[in-house]
C-alpha cells in the first residue's frame, strides 16, 4: 500500500500569510493526488484534483502542485476562513491513501 | 440538490451488528462508483471500501475484511455498509463519499458509529 507523509502536523499563522503544506508519498504517483478541507463537525470538501487543478467555486488563493512523490499545498493570503485541516489523498493505487491531515490555525 | 445523506449510525456493543445506508439524491446514482471512509474522534481519515456503479465489484480495507460489506440498491438510490463483528476500533464517523477518476468530488454528512459496552 502507498503510504502519505504530511507536514506539518499542525502550522499557527497570521491573517494574510503564505502557508505551505507538503505531502510526500512511498512510491510515484504521478499526479493523482488531491488535497481536501475539513472544518470542525463538517465533511471534507475537495480543493484540489489531479495535484494542481481548483476544484469548481473554491477561492483562487488555494493551489497544489509537485508530481511524483513530492507535493505542495499553498494558501497565498490565510484568511480567517480557512481554519480547518487539510488532507491529501493518492488514487494511484487502491486503497486510496490519505495523509494525516495539517491541522492550520491562526496566530 | 445534489447530496448524499447517510442515516444508520448509533451505540453498539463489541461483536454487534450495524446497517448504514447513504441515500443519494440530485444526480444520476447508478452512474458512480461510491466509496465509504470512516473518521475516528479526533483521528484523520482512512479509507473502508468501495463499490463500482453495478455493484459487481467491491474493495476493502484488510482492518474490516471479512466484517464489513458494501452493497448499493440502484433502483433506491442507496449505499449501504453491513458492519458486522465491530470492535471498539471501529468506533468513527462513517462518510459515504462519491468518486469519479479517484477523487471524491461530494460526501455525505456523516454518521456516528459507537462501539462500546
Known amino acids: 500500500d502507498i503510504q502519505m507523509t504530511q507536514s506539518p502536523s499542525s502550522l499557527s499563522a497570521s491573517v494574510g500569510d503564505r502557508v505551505t503544506i507538503t505531502c510526500q508519498a512511498s512510491?510515484?504517483?504521478?499526479?493523482?493526488l488531491n488535497w481536501y478541507q475539513q472544518k470542525p463537525g463538517k465533511a471534507p470538501k475537495l480543493l484540489i484534483y489531479d495535484a494542481s487543478n481548483l476544484e469548481t467555486g473554491v477561492p483562487s488563493r488555494f493551489s497544489g502542485s509537485g508530481s511524483g512523490t513530492d507535493f505542495t499545498f499553498t494558501i497565498s493570503s490565510l484568511q480567517p476562513e480557512d481554519i480547518a485541516t487539510y488532507y491529501c489523498q493518492q488514487y494511484d493505487n487502491l486503497p486510496p491513501a490519505f495523509g494525516g491531515g495539517t491541522k492550520v490555525e491562526i496566530k | 440538490e445534489v447530496q448524499l445523506v447517510e442515516s444508520g449510525g448509533g451505540l453498539v456493543q463489541p461483536g454487534g451488528s450495524l446497517r448504514l445506508s447513504c441515500a443519494a439524491s440530485g444526480f444520476t446514482f447508478s452512474s458512480y462508483w461510491m466509496h465509504w471512509v470512516r473518521q475516528a474522534p479526533g483521528k484523520g481519515l482512512v479509507w473502508v471500501s468501495r463499490i463500482n456503479s453495478d455493484g459487481s465489484s467491491t474493495s476493502y480495507a484488510d482492518s474490516v475484511k471479512g466484517r464489513f460489506t458494501i452493497s448499493r440498491d440502484n433502483a433506491k438510490n442507496t449505499l449501504y455498509l453491513q458492519m458486522n463483528s465491530l470492535r471498539a476500533e471501529d468506533t468513527a464517523v462513517y462518510y459515504c463519499?462519491?468518486?469519479?477518476?479517484?477523487?471524491?468530488?461530494?460526501w455525505g454528512q456523516g454518521t456516528l458509529v459507537t462501539v462500546s459496552s
Open positions: 463519499a462519491r468518486e469519479a477518476t479517484g477523487t471524491f468530488y461530494l
Open positions: 512510491q510515484d504517483i504521478s499526479n493523482y
